[in-house]
């Protein structure tokens, strides 16, 4: 087994994935990483699996910063076990195309090797994301909550 993960080493990677810090990003990322992320490849077009640190690095340096700007993130729990990790997040960022602002859901599952991640597959609400990136109306009837202003409530649909 590797060394166990850490929680700064998990906090780093977002911080410099979410930026996007390209220089710090290759040095969390092993050369041989499985990079996948679960959804409609044909409406969100950064779904699908990447092989590499090269594609995982123009992913985050050239596509998503293309697709999204001002990504902010909110952990609602991570799980550390040896070599692995898991996170429940909450994203928000505005759409390039016409400054809508996109918020959705995801799990973010880990593996590492040597202090780097070599394996993460995110399981994103797609459905979600999909419906706001298309544009569609969506309810909000008040019930929706900010992730952490109800300890009581955990609501999937989030809208803003």
């Given amino acids: 087994m590797t060394n166990p993960v850490t929680k700064e080493l998990v906090d780093a990677f977002y911080d410099a994935f979410v930026k ?3 220089e710090k990003l290759a040095a969390l990322v092993h050369d041989d990483v499985r990079w996948t992320t679960r959804g409609p490849i044909e409406v969100l077009s950064f779904c699908g699996t990447h092989h590499g640190k090269a594609q995982v690095l ?16 909110v952990r609602e729990s ?26 959705y859901r ?13 394996e993460t597959t995110t399981i994103i609400d797609s459905f979600n994301a999909a419906e706001q990136v298309l544009g569609h ?5 008040g019930a929706v909550t900010q992730p952490g202003s ?3 409530l955990l609501n999937d649909l989030v809208f803003l």
């Fill in 106 to 118: 995801f799990a973010h599952f880990f593996r590492f090797k040597d202090g780097k991640v070599i």
């Fill in 58 to 73: 123009e992913l985050s340096t050239q596509i998503l910063p293309k697709l999204f700007r001002d990504i902010r993130l």
């Fill in 20 to 22: 996007p810090d390209g």
């Fill in 78 to 103: 991570l799980v550390i076990d040896g070599d692995r990790a898991a996170a429940l997040n909450f994203q928000t960022a505005q759409r390039c195309a016409d400054g809508r602002v996109i918020t």
């Fill in 137 to 141: 109306a969506l309810p909000t009837d």
């Fill in 150 to 152: 109800d300890p009581n």
